[in-house]
């Protein structure tokens, strides 16, 4: 069974700084996509950022990145240049191309620092 | 991306009666799911609804207990029935666009007294 593991259950970070969130999975498929979402106190769940298994390359959105190791099944979040506005929880999650089930981690809350 | 709407956002019901959660696309979509968050926890998906054919419930979710509509492309229902406080949680719908995204709604706070 595929499972998402986030060993972070809290981060913190000093704004203007960087953090990197990890999250594992396990899976037998080699076809898949992987998702960052934040989900701020507001509870609004945001996409932040989608890795196609197949890509080598890692994503980048802004500030986001990811660090997708596919031997390893580790798909890590970076956020540069923190900012108080990233004070949320993050999920990490898991989706294989011939299902439409979203496999969510646990989560990571994120505190932000001035 | 979907813009999704859910009504009501929040609402506190006595044990034992019945609350039905709405879910509005504004945009045609095949998919809609149903989350549940409980306090402090992950999501974990309740069913999925396709147009035009009966919810697929995941473990531990019963047609009964979870009855879901979905009437046409563009909204769907959810409703939790003969509620207790083990129902107090976070219901969220989600869309899926052609890439494989999802996109939440804001969520409905229920709490069961």
């Known amino acids: 069974a595929q499972t998402v593991t986030q060993s972070q259950p809290e981060m913190s970070v000093q704004e203007a700084e960087t953090v990197t969130l990890s999250c594992t999975y396990d899976t037998s498929e080699s076809d898949y996509y992987l998702f960052w979402y934040k989900q701020p106190p507001s509870r609004q769940m945001i996409l932040v950022i989608r890795q196609e298994a197949y890509k080598q390359q890692n994503a980048t959105e802004n500030r986001f990145s990811v660090n997708f190791q596919k031997a390893a099944k580790s798909f890590s979040l970076k956020i540069s240049d923190s900012q108080l506005g990233d004070a949320a929880m993050y999920f990490c999650a898991y989706r294989t191309w011939n299902t439409d089930k979203l496999i969510f981690g646990t989560g990571t809350r994120l505190q932000v620092f001035p | ?113």
């Open chain 2, 1 to 113: 991306s979907a813009v999704i709407s859910q009504k009501p956002s929040r609402d506190i019901c006595q044990r034992g009666t019945s609350l039905t959660i709405q879910c509005q696309v504004d945009s045609q979509v095949t998919m809609m799911f149903w989350y549940r968050q409980q306090p402090g926890q992950s999501l974990t998906l309740i069913a999925t609804a396709n147009q035009g054919s009966e919810a697929t419930y995941e473990s531990g979710f019963v047609i009964d207990k979870f009855p879901i509509s979905r009437p046409n492309l563009t909204f769907s229902t959810l409703t939790v029935s003969n509620m207790s406080p083990e129902d107090s949680s976070i219901y969220l719908c989600s869309v899926e666009d052609y890439s494989y995204e999802q996109y939440f709604g804001p969520g409905t706070r229920l709490t069961v007294t």
